[in-house]
């Protein structure tokens, strides 16, 4: 049996009564503190150059969002709390989603359109 793809958190940069959320760079900074965290992760002076695989800023529209992945609970319960707390914590609207598997037909169809 396949193993269920991961939870993905979306944390959205945007407040539960739709007031866009400060500062501009809250995502990156978000994501920057959690670089020490996951597979590959830096440690040292220089671990802020690269963003965690468990916890990445993106954008979304016009939106800054951090995509929190649910590995990371089972690495670091404390980490993946943190960032969940500062969503709550900060009122942010937080969307729940699983990750597609790559033989999932919208996944097929992008690498057709590629060859």
């Known amino acids: ?19 866009k959320f400060r ?23 220089n671990a802020y150059m690269q963003y965690s695989v468990y ?21 670091e319960p404390m980490a993946f709390d943190f960032v969940m707390n500062f969503a709550k914590d900060n009122d942010l609207v937080v969307t729940e989603a699983c990750e597609l598997p790559a033989h999932h037909g919208t996944q097929q169809q992008i690498a057709a359109e590629k060859a």
Not at 23 to 45: H, Q, T, Y
Not at 55 to 75: A, N, Y
């Open 1 to 19: 049996m396949a193993e269920a793809p991961p939870t993905e958190y979306f944390i959205q940069g945007i407040t539960k009564s739709g007031r």
């Open 23 to 45: 500062p501009s760079d809250w995502s990156e900074r978000l994501a920057g503190v959690m670089s020490g965290f996951g597979p590959g992760a830096r440690k040292g002076p």
């Open 55 to 75: 916890v990445r800023p993106t954008i979304i529209g016009d939106l800054k969002v951090v995509i929190l992945d649910s590995r990371l609970r089972d690495i």
